[in-house]
């Protein structure tokens, strides 16, 4: 076998890597609130020779021979998870949160059967139901929304729609929901019809860790999470459950819907439940929480209007429809001061999904960067005001090198952590 250095075998590779790393480093803000950055054992994790090796089954009932030590990694893995989060059973092998939703469904429901999500726009993702996903062309879903008048998601609509459509199963956890989640609610509605809750955490699974934000558990039946976001690990999904549907999630993922699992992905995820139980992992927890009340600080000074009026987690919604700039606008103007966002649908949006009248900022990747209140405080003004004032170029020149600025002050990795 001819190794070389990546720089060797594959330039091309290596600069768009390099650059990579230089845009994540020095050229950009980023504020994607389902984005984070790994520490450098979770990297190491991941590239490792554990990519080498076909693992399919589960530990101790493999398909294949020589997985003694992908037993070990797996199972560290499924007891850090289910210590985390009180569950008691973990399948770590889903390959990404969509992947984790597809097995979750299928392990207590058929195709066709009834499913109340919560509408995309109003906070959910596509796999809670949407029409150009398996989920709303193998399910039959019904919706529920956020109460017009409150903007959160309230019992009684919520009840409403369940008794309207009788669901097997209700889903409730959002891709862009400022709030906390009543869990207690759900369990009732779900209860009162006779329904399976499902969480899906994916967004706030690093602060569920903490306990910043309440446990699904024992209130949901089945939780699914990505384990790249807020809980700052490897990339890649995991479903958690109660004892009861331990064995048919974990036949709904293998054989039922994966093959291999991908086991140095499996090993990051196992590295990053370790982080994510130590004390400095809680205190960057409380700090995401903190600096998303700065982030709304900030941009209330500047007369910016949130959906919900605020955040009780590590986002904000940011709602457009009074301001002369739409999603889509905003979206470009901020990252031409290298402050990276995304458009986002603000509940009963007028805008198309491709346009939208918000964006959607989050905080766990400049807190992992090590800002703080002041920071996020003064990235929240440079916000609103450049969203108040798109046509201002000496203001847009003005942040943009405020954001270099911070971006020296706030290194994220050493090259040595990530030199290749
Ligand atoms: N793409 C993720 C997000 O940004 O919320 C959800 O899958």
Known sequence: MDHQNLSEADPEVHK?????????????????????????????AQGSVLTNKYAEGYPGKRYYAGC??????????????????????????????????????????????KILGPVLSHGGHLTHGHGVNFSGDLFDFETYGINEETERFEKRDILEAAREHDPDLIVCGYSAYPREIDFEMFREVADEVNALLMCDIAHISGLVATGEHPNPF????????????SIRGARGGMILCKEEYAEDVDSAVFPYSQGGPLMHQIAGK???????????????????????????????KEGIRMVSGGSDNHLVLVDL????ITGKEAEELLEKANIVVNKNAVPYDPEPPMVTSGIRIGTPALTTRGMSEEELREIGAMIGKLVKNPEDRDLAEQISETVSKLLDEFPLYEDSEVEF
């Not at 020095?26 to 190491?44: G, R, T, Y």
């Not at 024992?218 to 976001?229: A, G």
């Not at 400095?280 to 700065?294: D, G, H, L, M, P």
């Not at 429809?321 to 002369?324: A, D, I, L, N, P």
């Open 16 to 44: 768009a890597l390099k650059n990579e790393i230089e845009r994540q480093e020095s050229e950009s803000l980023e504020m994607i609130a389902s984005e984070n950055f790994v520490p450098k054992q979770v990297l190491q």
């Open 68 to 113: 003694e030590h992908h037993d070990k990694i797996e199972n560290l893995a499924r007891e850090r998870a289910c210590k985390i989060f009180n569950a008691d059973h973990a399948n770590v092998q889903p390959h990404s949160g969509s992947q984790a939703n597809f097995a979750a469904y299928f392990s207590q429901l058929d195709a066709g059967d």
């Open 218 to 229: 024992p209130e949901c039946d089945i939780v699914t999470t990505t384990t790249h976001k």
């Open 270 to 300: 196992a590295v990053c439940f370790k982080e994510a139980m130590k004390p400095e992992f809680k205190e960057y927890s409380e700090q995401i929480v903190k600096n998303t009340q700065a982030l709304v600080e900030g941009l209330r």
């Open 321 to 324: 429809r009074e301001e002369e």
